[in-house]
Each structure stands twice: as C-alpha cells, then as structure tokens.
C-alpha cells in the first residue's frame, strides 16, 4: 500500500531534479544559427498592397501549362479541387455552407502570389520560380474570370487587381 505512494514522491523528485538541470542550460542546444543568406530565402513576407512581391512577370497562357503540370493533379484541370484539397475557382461566401475559394473568399491577389509562391506544390514547396509563381497565380485567376490570359501581371500589375471579395475583412492590424 505504501509503495505506489513512494515510487509517485520518487518520481516527482527525479522530475524536479531534471526540471532544474534543463533550466540551467542557457539553450535548448537544438540545431545552429542560420546566415543571413539562409534568412533570405524564408524571409518572403508580402503586404496586401503588393510591397515586397519580386521580379518577374506572366499570363495566364503562360500559366496553364505549368499548372496544368504542378497544380492540375490535386486541384483539377479547371480548379475545381477533389477529395481532401480545394477547389480554387468558383464558390460564395454567402452559400450554406459556404463555399470558400480563390475567387470566392480571397480578398488579395498579393496573398495568392505568397501562398503559391511558400507552400506549392506541396510536395516541393517553394521549388517554383517567381516566374512561375506569376505565371500560375495569372492562370488561377483567369479561371476566376478576373484576367484575359493575355494580362501581364507583375508586381505592379498584380496588386491592381481587386478580388470578389476585397471588402469582406476589416484590417485591425494598425489598431492599438
């Protein structure tokens, strides 16, 4: 009877005594710093007014290949998505349930760019080029509806383009 009580005050002191060596350490001592040139290439942040998109241009006719190659697989040759991944075209935000899209939902064309250009393909993130980043995210939104596939569209181009639903969000980010 008195043993399961010892072996819990054995246990507690044996936690504390190792809870005490890890807080003594300075660092965890996991992994190493990163140079300034590692930083960079995560370091990808773009407003919503465009501020920080990179060089390059594209179309949507230069676009559907390489979705069509990258993109098709999981989300359907016209965007319509498929089991477990979404669609990227079409869609309401005032549908039961709703039906929230790349046309539908997404208030910037900035935020589409930073997306793709971080998380796809999801297999090989960030392996596109900011070329092709354009040139898919011009071929999206011409599945939209939004650009003819001729549109250039560049970091000046792109944040001209005002989405569906550009008014559906309250930015609070600048409240105090």
């Known amino acids: 009877m008195f043993m399961p009580k010892r072996r819990v005050l054995i246990a507690l002191a044996f936690g504390s005594l190792f809870s005490a060596t890890l807080a003594a350490q300075e660092t965890p001592h996991l992994g190493k710093a990163i140079s300034e040139e590692q930083l960079q290439g995560w370091d990808l942040i773009i407003s919503p007014d465009g501020e920080g998109l990179p060089s390059g241009n594209g179309t949507a006719a230069q676009g559907k290949e390489i979705y069509e190659q990258q993109c098709a697989a999981c989300h359907g040759l016209e965007g319509q998505g498929g089991a477990g991944v979404p669609g990227l075209v079409g869609g309401s935000t005032k549908s039961r349930p709703a039906l929230l899209t790349v046309g539908s939902y997404w208030p910037y064309t900035s935020t589409l760019y930073d997306y793709v250009r971080r998380a796809m393909p999801p297999t090989a993130p960030k392996s596109l080029s900011d070329t092709q980043v354009y040139q898919i995210v011009a071929y999206i ?36």
């Open 141 to 176: 939104l011409h599945l939209n509806g939004l650009v003819d596939e001729d549109v250039v569209l560049d970091s000046v181009s792109l944040p001209r383009i005002e989405m569906p639903n550009h008014a559906g969000f309250i930015d609070r980010s600048q409240v105090q």
